[in-house]
């Protein structure tokens, strides 16, 4: 059995901001080890339960935030920032299923350091169901036919993971005080937890359906303001809906709207003036 881990950083048990998960900040190389330490607890219980293949993505920011140097020996890692799929990239139907490890909320919702993608997104959008990163990701795995058996964060994400996915099982590291505040398990309690809910989940997963995304999706990104959305248009096959600031793509399938979504995010993040 093979398993596929995405990890992000803002979900990681004990971070609580920006001085965590941003490369300049004082705190950066304390949260890489934690982040690092709280992975290995997830490999270790997914090999104990029966995996024999575990492949970890690296995916936050940069995606080169895991010490492959303290890495679990076992399992192989994806690091580096230039990827096709970006979070979910060498996820395909060979594995039997996803976990998101350390992931948080979209963009305006409750939660640690909640956000989609880049701060320059205010929303985003298949047909018109709005998602954040767990949900495009999501839909990518299940493109593939892979369920999300698990995901691990803070209270909030959980709630969010728990309406799109029924039957998932969800691991809560921290509860969210406000977007810059946590109360968090120290990492030693967060990685018994994880092992308990890696193995629940894996136990569990015949009884989780992958998130279908729809055929021909048509992906909607709301900015936010008008200089990003500008940027982002200059995408072939994009458009601007007239009196605001989003930006409408018509997609193949959820593969072509992930990629899109990716580039009209590196489009944006060039405005200067907001």
Not at 73 to 85: F, N, Q, R
Not at 101 to 123: F, L
Request: charged share 20%.
């Amino acid at each position: 059995m093979k398993l596929y881990l995405s990890v992000d950083m803002e979900g990681i048990t004990g971070l609580p901001d920006y001085t965590f998960v941003s490369a300049s900040m004082h705190n950066y190389e304390r949260a890489r080890k934690i982040m690092t330490d709280e992975t290995n607890y997830v490999i270790e219980a997914a090999f104990q339960s029966g995996c024999s293949e575990v492949l970890v993505n690296d995916s936050h920011m940069k995606m080169n935030n895991i010490l492959i140097d303290q890495l679990h020996p076992d399992a192989h890692l994806i690091s580096g920032g230039v990827k096709t799929y970006s979070m979910v990239h060498g996820l395909d139907d060979s594995f039997i299923g996803a976990m998101f490890i350390g992931y948080h909320t979209r963009a305006g919702m409750p939660g640690v350091m909640s956000h989609s993608m880049i701060h320059m997104v205010r929303n985003f959008f298949i047909n018109d169901m709005q998602i954040g990163e767990l949900g495009m990701n999501a839909m990518v795995a299940g493109y593939h036919g892979v369920p999300v058996l698990l995901v691990s964060g803070d209270d909030e994400t959980a709630k969010e993971a728990e309406e799109l996915i029924p039957n998932i099982t969800t691991a809560i590291v921290k509860e969210a005080i406000s977007r810059s505040t946590a109360k968090s398990l120290t990492p030693k309690k967060a990685g018994d937890l994880l092992q308990e809910k890696v193995k629940q989940a894996i136990a569990n997963r015949d009884n989780v359906r992958p998130l279908t995304p729809p055929d021909n999706p048509k992906l909607k990104v709301e900015f936010v303001n008008y200089g990003a959305a500008e940027l982002a248009s200059m995408m072939p096959g994009t458009e601007i809906i007239p009196g605001t600031t989003m930006v409408e793509y018509q997609a193949k399938d959820i593969l072509e709207a992930y990629r899109a979504l990716l580039v009209m995010i590196e489009l944006a993040y060039e405005t200067k003036y907001a």
